[in-house]
């Protein structure tokens, strides 16, 4: 079969390896890399890859052929896991965060993510829709190609109902692909304070089944925190939502260890975020039940916070995971994955081959897409970051600098000059 395009001459192309599972631990360690690669496409797909001139048999008189000496190239990348719609903005609570206010102090004044509840409660649909598409249209020029979009700051069925609207619409229109997690159990709505449980019913019999209904969300989420929900209740919630059909995540052991962890392995949660306070035997029981770590070191940076999540230890044990921004207003104001990706070599002591197998093969089966994107399988998405870079290791070397000069999504270039 001919190729439609043909991208040639990468100084390297970054191959991860698609095994019908997340890579866990060790297994992180590998993928193909080719040199002076080429990428084949077709219909939008991938058709082949390879090495130096392509293969006679995929060009022919129609193939058009774009060379790309002097750059790298990987499938495009995924952040699995954003809040990505909400109104206003928290810069007024920097200096409460320099002058060390801590982050649940913050929520407990009545501010943090109830102060954004506000300000998305206030914000109509063009309003929220216009703020999510410039956030989108900034990961797109960092490279990402699928963005998971949380709801959690409307906290009320409207708000929350908006929330996953812009989502769906963004997703028609944007050209990056939206996986959308339903996540009212965010935090504990100002009406609801002291009435957890109260919230959580409401949640359960009047939100869970109109999501489900609608069709708005595929994954449930809830903050399992000192504070804000228990490990009892995210387990009462997140077991109900299993019942209805959606696939589960967890924020848990972010800033306090309460078990949120347990609640995880219990009920096979695709996912668990944050884990920056995980213990051994957490991460002992996360490797068993084979839930995918999701690790936002970039909200660790902006926390201030000097533990990261124990990545290293992760995978000795033989976990999977992926690395991911946490966009959001309070904990992590950036649309940079490049920048969490730097920061799990950093500050993780991840390898520039385990970390882009993060957030490309893994983090495809953590928003359960691992079987269009993710990868260059033949067949796949042809969605493809390219970097402005000699070889993959400079992606970390040359830090805090955007790298990427193209990015193509579905075979059409969305960013860049052909
Ligand atoms: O993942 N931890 C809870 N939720 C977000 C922060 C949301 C916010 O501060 O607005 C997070 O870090
Ligand atoms: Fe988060």
Known sequence: MTADLIL?????????????????GKAMATATILEDGYIALKDGKILAVGQGEPDAALVGPETELRSYEGKVATPGLIDCHTH?????????????????????DILAQGGGILSTVRATRASDFATLYDKSKRLLDYMLQHGVTTVEAKSGYGLD?????RQLEVVKKLNQDHEIDLVSTFMAAHAIPEEYKGRSQAYLDEIIKDMLPRVKAENLAEFCDIFCEKGVFTAEESRYLLSKAKELGYKLRIHADE???IGGVDVAAELEATSAEHLMMITDEGIEKLAKAKVIGNLLPATTFSLMEDTYAPA???????????????????????????????????????????????VTINAAYSVDRASTIGSFTRGKQADITIFDAPNLDYLFYFFATNLVTHVYKHGRLVLGQQ
């Open 8 to 24: 040639t001459h990468f100084n390297q192309v970054f191959c991860p390896r698609d095994v019908g599972h997340p890579l866990f």
């Open 84 to 104: 990505l719609v909400y109104g206003g903005s928290r810069e007024h609570e920097f200096a409460k965060k320099l002058a060390g206010v801590s982050y649940l």
């Open 255 to 257: 800033i306090a260890s």
């Open 157 to 161: 069925w409207e708000t929350e109902h």
């Open 312 to 358: 290293r230890k992760m995978l000795d044990a033989g976990m999977a995971i992926t690395l991911t921004t946490d966009s959001n207003p309070g904990s992590c104001p950036t649309a940079n994955l490049q920048f969490a990706m730097q920061l799990g070599c950093f500050m993780m002591r991840l390898t520039p081959i385990e970390v882009l197998n993060a």
